[in-house]
């Protein structure tokens, strides 16, 4: 089983950066794909970006290509979401999750087996 809790979330003007940090329990982390999806208010849970287990993949929705950057260290169980150039759009609940499908970095929310319980990210314009 694997327990993930997120943090560095908080409130930012547009424009700016804030990274995000995922902390994994379990000694199978290595053997995860990791990804972030985030939750606005009234609007369903979207996928944001993921890794495959090595961190030699990644995959990002469009929304955040260029802006957004993911990466694990695998050493420290952990998974980072570096935000920049961060938009009011970009507003919503933050989570990270753990799929067994560990060397694809997947989008669909039913692929992953575990999730954090979530940290706020408020950018205001």
């Known amino acids: 089983q694997v327990q993930l809790v997120e943090s560095g979330g908080g409130l930012v003007q547009a424009g700016g950066s804030l990274r995000l940090s995922c902390a994994a329990s379990?000694?199978?982390?290595?053997?995860?794909?990791m990804g972030w999806f985030r939750q606005a208010p009234g609007k369903e849970r979207e996928f944001v970006a993921a890794i495959n287990w090595s961190g030699g993949n990644t995959y990002y929705a469009d929304s955040v290509k260029g802006r957004f950057t993911i990466s694990r260290d695998n050493a420290k169980n952990t998974v980072s979401l570096q935000m920049n150039s961060l938009k009011p759009d970009d507003t919503a609940v933050y989570y990270c999750?753990?799929?067994?499908?560990?060397?694809?970095?997947?989008?669909?929310?039913?692929?992953?087996?575990?999730w954090g319980q979530g940290t706020q990210v408020t950018v205001s314009s």
């Open positions: 379990g000694r199978t982390f290595s053997t995860y794909a």
């Open positions: 999750a753990a799929s067994p499908l560990g060397w694809a970095p997947t989008g669909r929310p039913v692929e992953y087996q575990y």
